[in-house]
């Protein structure tokens, strides 16, 4: 049965149809090396192609076993300049008309490598900072300790460090002591002492767009073709985008590793996040907002950091008995798989998206409905509030729900609309009662009481800011319907107020992912509201 109703367009699905690497090489000296391999995915480039383009090579400190040093060809490793962005490419193209070095360095190269859309791209320069404000005139210096640019380009912040800078950071920070390695020139060494600094050797890549050379000093492009990564929460969240799987002696030493995260200091009572609990929630928005959510939370549930992140969500996979290794899906991991088929590295959502699917699962875990009653939520949640709306359209859905999902009661006989709407309301009472418990100590440390074998955990990493910005997306169904409010139509994303965390749209995705989950498109059929 096809529905057609003025505004109220989902789907993608729901247009509404109704409606590690190893970062020590001998040069890093790092005591937590883990390794990851892939039979998954691998890079389209062989040993021999690597072979065949490189140009010069030494050894980085006249170690036999040390990483040899490669100079690439970025034509035979198939990166062209269409797939650097337009404001990177002008900013590119202004240092080097002035005469200066300019490279492109960290993650982008790997993921250009990779034919993957980088997040962002970062640029590093022979010039100074004071250089580089003085040739653009939209451009200021931030950060005290270590400052960089911000180049402001149609809209796009381009972030360029300068080498010299760098430099001054690596030797502040440097504990033991090195010296230029036989064979390279001043140049060799100015980057490779930069490269020296980034987290893993597959983000210690960097790229002269001009001179068409990729320079590889840690061995990166090897351990990419290896899929070697390291550290606990950054190497697992680029396992997650990259589909890389650790090895057995990686998988020991992550669980081994992962109590680290419980010497974290508490949150304090006025809710003021201390930086390492910022770290861990940026660290899960990169996880979870980019469009890798579902094998995130996966990997995060194998290796024994869900209970420690995320005790609420932990206790739930125990409860539905979901193994560590488990390939099976759950409502949890179905939300989080709906919310990837909407996002990409460069398409992210704003945290707010992702903790709000976390409370509502959690509320719906906690207290099964009928599905009758979630439909008509979310559909409240597209329309600002409008229950009466919302519950017209929910009785006009024919399609079946996903009978698998153990917080969904079976249909039952819910006759007058004045009940559905109460239903309605407590749901998303719920959800906010939910989104509560997350952000409260006691209530996160005894998520795990029952089970008596899990790590002792009470890491509050949500802030009283993103609390507020989430619960509302849930207040309207609450409150009733927002004076003036006007459903968007059409199914259409503006990714831009999506990232931005701007509420309309937020709950526009959110009643999407919600909808598409419960009522998943059935094969060969496609009816819209």
């Known amino acids: 049965m096809a529905i057609s109703v003025q505004g109220f367009a989902y789907r993608t699905h729901l247009t509404f149809r109704l409606p590690l690497v190893s970062c020590?090489?001998?040069?890093?000296?790092?005591?937590?090396?883990?390794?990851?391999?892939?039979?998954?995915?691998?890079?389209?480039?062989?040993?021999?192609?690597?072979?065949?383009?490189?140009?010069?090579?030494?050894?980085?400190?006249?170690?036999?076993?040390?990483?040899?040093?490669?100079?690439?060809?970025?034509?035979?490793?198939?990166?062209?300049?269409?797939?650097?962005?337009?404001?990177?490419?002008?900013?590119?193209?202004?240092?080097?008309?002035?005469?200066?070095?300019?490279?492109?360095?960290?993650?982008?190269?790997?993921?250009?490598?990779?034919?993957?859309?980088?997040?962002?791209?970062?640029?590093?320069t022979s010039a100074e900072l004071k250089e580089v404000l003085r040739t653009f005139s939209r451009c200021e210096v931030v950060g005290r300790r270590f400052p960089i640019c911000?180049?402001?380009?149609?809209?796009?912040?381009?972030?360029?460090?300068?080498?010299?800078?760098?430099?001054?950071?690596?030797?502040?920070?440097?504990?033991?002591?090195?010296?230029?390695?036989?064979?390279?020139?001043?140049?060799?060494?100015?980057?490779?002492?930069?490269?020296?600094?980034?987290?893993?050797?597959?983000?210690?890549?960097?790229?002269?767009?001009?001179?068409?050379?990729?320079?590889?000093?840690?061995?990166?492009?090897?351990?990419?073709?290896?899929?070697?990564?390291?550290?606990?929460?950054?190497?697992?969240?680029?396992?997650?985008?990259?589909?890389?799987?650790?090895?057995?002696?990686?998988?020991?030493?992550?669980?081994?590793?992962?109590?680290?995260?419980?010497?974290?200091?508490?949150?304090?009572?006025?809710?003021?996040?201390?930086?390492?609990?910022?770290?861990?929630?940026?660290?899960?928005?990169?996880?979870?907002?980019?469009?890798?959510?579902?094998?995130?939370?996966?990997?995060?549930?194998?290796?024994g950091l869900l209970e420690i992140l995320l005790p609420l969500q932990a206790a739930y996979f125990v409860s539905q008995g979901f193994r560590r290794r488990d390939t099976r899906s759950n409502m949890l991991v179905s939300l989080f798989s709906s919310l990837d088929r909407l996002l990409a590295p460069d398409r992210p959502c704003h945290s707010s998206l992702w903790v709000c699917l976390l409370a509502f699962h959690k509320a719906l875990a906690d207290h099964p409905r009928d599905p009758l009653v979630v439909a008509a939520f979310s559909i409240a949640v597209h329309c600002g509030g409008s229950l009466s709306e919302a519950v017209n359209i929910a009785r006009r859905i024919s399609e079946p729900h996903d009978a698998s999902f153990n917080e969904l009661l079976e249909p039952g006989s819910i006759d007058s609309d004045a009940t559905l709407i109460g239903e309605v309301i407590d749901l998303a009472a719920s959800a906010k009662d939910a989104l509560d418990k997350m952000t409260d100590e006691h209530s996160v440390s005894q998520a795990m009481r029952a089970y008596p074998q899990a790590p002792y955990s009470d890491l509050v990493f949500i802030s009283l800011a993103l609390h507020e910005k989430a619960g509302m997306i849930f207040h309207c169904v609450r409150k009733g319907k927002e004076k003036g409010f006007v459903p968007k139509g059409g199914s259409k994303i503006n990714y831009e107020s999506l990232a931005l965390g701007r509420l309309s749209e937020v709950r526009h995705v959110f009643a999407r992912i919600v909808f598409d989950t419960v009522y998943p498109l059935q094969p060969n059929k496609e009816t819209t509201l």
């Open 24 to 124: 020590a090489h001998k040069v890093r000296r790092s005591s937590s090396v883990a390794a990851v391999v892939s039979p998954v995915e691998s890079l389209s480039i062989s040993k021999q192609e690597i072979k065949h383009s490189k140009t010069s090579s030494v050894k980085s400190n006249g170690d036999s076993k040390a990483p040899e040093w490669k100079k690439l060809s970025s034509k035979d490793l198939g990166i062209k300049t269409s797939m650097i962005g337009k404001p990177t490419r002008m900013v590119l193209n202004g240092l080097r008309k002035k005469g200066y070095e300019v490279y492109l360095v960290g993650g982008c190269v790997r993921d250009l490598i990779l034919k993957r859309i980088p997040k962002d791209f970062d640029i590093i």
């Open 150 to 303: 911000h180049v402001h380009v149609d809209g796009t912040i381009i972030e360029v460090s300068s080498f010299s800078t760098c430099g001054r950071k690596y030797v502040r920070n440097s504990n033991f002591g090195f010296r230029k390695p036989r064979g390279c020139n001043e140049d060799d060494f100015i980057r490779w002492r930069n490269c020296l600094q980034r987290d893993f050797t597959i983000n210690g890549l960097m790229f002269d767009p001009f001179a068409k050379v990729v320079y590889d000093y840690l061995g990166g492009l090897e351990d990419m073709e290896k899929a070697k990564v390291s550290r606990i929460l950054r190497g697992m969240r680029i396992a997650a985008r990259l589909g890389f799987h650790f090895s057995r002696e990686t998988a020991r030493s992550m669980k081994e590793l992962s109590s680290l995260l419980l010497r974290l200091d508490r949150v304090s009572k006025f809710w003021s996040i201390r930086p390492s609990h910022g770290r861990i929630l940026m660290e899960l928005n990169y996880m979870l907002a980019y469009g890798s959510a579902e094998a995130s939370l996966r990997l995060l549930w194998k290796f």
